[in-house]
Nanobody, 110 residues
Framework: VQLQASGGGLVQPGGSLRLSCAAS????????MAWFRQTPGKQREWVAT???????SYTSSVKGRFTISRDNAKNTLYLQMNSLKPEDTAVYYC?????WGQGTLVTVSS
């Protein structure tokens, strides 16, 4: 199983980024998928989840700013991040059950 995350980078506060996670080796459409994030010295934090049928849920700190979505035809998970804040700075990981991607760094700074 491979989960390849991409799309991170440096963005100013208030800006936007879209993360992608390309999955292989799993039946993507059958799997609940999630995004997590981690900053140095802290535990990995759950950000958002999308079920196989498209139901979504978010941690309270990103609700209304982030949108998780999936394209089952492309085996790809997305995280659209708007109105970014410095506290959103972290390495973002995609997750499918026990499998993790390698992470992509998002830095929000002026």
């Amino acid at each position: 199983v491979q989960l390849q995350a991409s799309g991170g980078g440096l963005v100013q506060p208030g800006g936007s980024l879209r993360l992608s996670c390309a999955a292989s080796g799993i039946i993507f459409s059958d799997n609940l998928m999630a995004w997590f994030r981690q900053t140095p010295g802290k535990q990995r934090e759950w950000v958002a989840t999308i079920t196989s049928s498209g139901g979504t849920s978010y941690t309270s700190s990103v609700k209304g700013r982030f949108t998780i979505s999936r394209d089952n035809a492309k085996n790809t998970l997305y995280l659209q991040m708007n109105s970014l804040k410095p506290e959103d700075t972290a390495v973002y990981y995609c997750n499918a059950r026990v499998w993790w991607g390698q992470g992509t760094l998002v830095t929000v700074s002026s």
